[in-house]
């Protein structure tokens, strides 16, 4: 099948070169100059002769086109220093160069993100957050979180941290959406490769002696580009390799990251669902298998993240609709256990010798979640675990998002970790091109290490003991558990703290 | 504080008040000596076997010093690169002395610092450039870079390292021992060496040829020099009226000692003992005074500090261990 190539092809081929390559010859990469939109590469089969052309390499390659990818790409496109860069974004789904169109109309997508007040004003910082605002999104400013033994509940208000927002729900194809109509707005010079990473190569053997006319080929060799294979057959170089390709992250394992984690037995069963008034709390209730949590989406849909043991979520998934209707309220409702006792006034005065103004919510009683309708989407479930890779970063090659971390999502802090790693790494670049450092050196790239390791790390270890302590039915570590909804709920510098760092503004749980 | 600075030396005249009587004799010597710019010149570098053509003149205490630290660095030249090796204190201080850099030159010369080149159309020589740790971010930041090091080894290395990367390729390296200017795409068998004997670590055949520069930059050379005097007469000779001199150093305080001779060499085992001479070093009123006779006047300057507990290096107020200044050069 032939196909317009759209970049330029250089004059003599070598010898040396021509038998480098094993079978037939695919022309990769784009041509730089001509770029001021994106370009789809196409590629062209030749059996018999070989085109030896001039590579441009690629400032950064960026393996992975979801949220965080973009996020990145997008943040680049919008720092006056880094808006030069020529970079190329690697993804084999095929719908990623198209302008998707998302319609009013569309039923809610069941894969949503919850984003915090610091991501938000990320996005607002560069300019995509205007592109979210046109679409399905929900602030919430309310959120309660009890559990199923009776004992203890504890209620969020955004008015508590003088906030307006405690976070927004918005769908993931919005999200990415909008990061991609951002970068279209700028002449970002980006390529898409809709394509898989098969091979990727950081250190040239010593066995290659090309003497190529090449002058990428002569900067691979010199170890100064990285060199990427992809599975159509296509190569390129880059200066950097940006790995934002997910829990499965291909560039971690061929770069060689060693990772920790476990995983949880548990899955997490998400669907879309429809009330009969408008929802503007956020709820989440542990019961003992793991918390169900109900998040407004906008127009009297919310979202549901079920966290069960994976027999379970297999049921529920294959249950008639109104099966698991009835099981959802029932699960939010007096299902596994008593509603919690409203706080008396008396015990509100028992924590206020500890200082600070006393929060509004600390006055108001417990609610029951609205009731769920009906079933507005399809039901999905997948696997939970706990990811964290040792490095995030050695020569060339630096990983963001979920390929470096995955944690549970009962919090709803993922994504917003990923958020948080793209926007980091965009500006330590940015800082490294100020001071003319070469983009790939390790020091460069450790200073992003250092920047969000800590903070990621600290944030899995909370959601991991969370994880834990809500797994357990034991009597007395119910009762702890209660004590600690009661002292979250009444001691307000601690429910402060709590709602600063869980939004982003704080990067440490720490009493500031 | 750096102001205040400058406002005292204003009343400093005569440079034989300027001797303080707690300095070692040596180095009031070899700040204040006025040699006679017609001295014979001095012996040739540590490396004899390396161009066997240059002969051997041990006549003045002075110039002993000077072989000694070239021998110092002809030790560990093949380390350059290396960032754990033993120049890892200047990678780490690098992004600080290049910011520090940027923001002084594009104020200067009027440039935007918010793009990635800033420094596109200057011409900029690298003092003392070593293995070119500064002149590589410097070609990738735009500037048209010469750099030029006493050391033929470091210049091999530097030109080695620099041909790795075609933005970086275009860096010319000279050595001042032999007078000769390669030009990168000059091939090898077409030069003729001529070995001159310098008398100073600039090399006369740039300063005979009134090749001038938009910003001469000697960072963590002067203190390894024979004659600051003559060395800072050099480096003005090859700025443009109107042009940035920048040089960094190393203060002669107290506070010095402890940090970058005991701390550094002794116990933290950063530098190879023996690296710096504390009497060799400056201070600042010092610098600013020599760099004054020789037509440049200091506008900046600024101190490095380094925090143990990041490991990072930063820019600050404080310069008493750590310094740089930015001069400009009387215009005409």
Known sequence: MNRAITRKLAAAATNAYQSKVLRKNLCGGANASAATSTQINNHIHEDKQSFTHTVHPYDIAIVGGGMVGMALACSLATTP?????????????????????????????????????????????????????????????????????????????????????????????????????????????????????????LHPSSSSTVESSSSTEASYVNGCLAKLELSDGSSLYAKLVVGADGAKSQVRQLAGFKTTGWNYSQNAVICTVEHSVENQCAWQRFLPGGPIALLPMGDKFSNIVWTMNPKEAADCKSMNEDDFVKAVNHALDYGYGPHPKSSLLASADMFSWLGGNLVISANDSFEVPPKVVKLASARMAFPLSLMHAKDYASRRVVLIGDAAHAVHPLAGQGVNLGFGDAFALSRIIAEGIAVGMDIGEVSLLKKYEAERKPANVTMMAILDGFQKAYSVDFGPLNILRAAAFHGAHHISPLKRSIISYASGEQRLPLFS | MASKLLTKLGAIRDPKIARNPNLPLNATRRLFSHRPISTPPHSPPSSPPDNGKSAHKKSKPTSSLKDLELAKFSAIADSWWDSVGPFKPLHAMNPTRLAFLRSTLCRHFRKDPHVARPFEGLKIVDVGCGGGILSEPLARMGATVTGIDALEKNINIARLHAGLDPVTSTIEYCCTTAGGCWHPLVNESQLSIHVVQCSSFVPQKLVKEQKMFDAVIA??????????????????????????????????????????????????????????????????????????????????????????????????????????AFGTKNGQ
């Open chain 1, 81 to 201: 220093l880094t808006k030069h860069l020529n970079v190329a974004i690697i993804d084999s789904n095929p719908a990623l160069g198209s302008k998707v169109s998302i319609k009013k109309e569309d039923p809610p997508d069941p894969r949503v993100s919850t984003v915090t007040p610091a991501t938000i004003s990320l996005f607002k910082d560069v300019g995509a957050w205007q592109y979210v605002q046109q679409h399905r999104h929900a602030y919430f400013d309310k959120l309660q979180v009890w559990d199923y033994t009776g004992l203890g509940y504890t209620k969020y208000y955004a008015k508590d941290v003088n906030k307006d927002v405690l976070g927004c729900v918005v769908e993931n194809k919005v999200l990415h959406s909008s990061l991609f109509s951002r970068v279209e707005d700028t002449d970002f010079q980006k390529t898409i490769h809709p394509s898989r990473l098969t091979l990727m190569s």
């Open chain 2, 219 to 324: 960072l963590e050379v002067i203190e390894h020099v024979a004659d600051p005097t003559e060395f800072c007469k050099s480096l003005s000779a090859l700025t443009h009226p109107g042009g940035a001199t920048v040089i960094s150093t190393i203060n002669r305080s107290m506070r010095s000692y402890a940090t970058a001779i005991v701390a550094a060499e002794y116990l933290l085992h950063w530098l190879p003992i023996g690296t710096h001479q504390w009497s060799s070093f400056l201070t600042p009123e010092e610098l600013v005074l020599i760099l004054q006779r020789a037509s440049i006047n200091v506008k900046e300057m600024a101190g490095f500090v380094y925090n143990p507990l990041t490991g990072r290096w930063s820019l600050s107020d404080d310069i008493s261990v750590n310094f740089i």
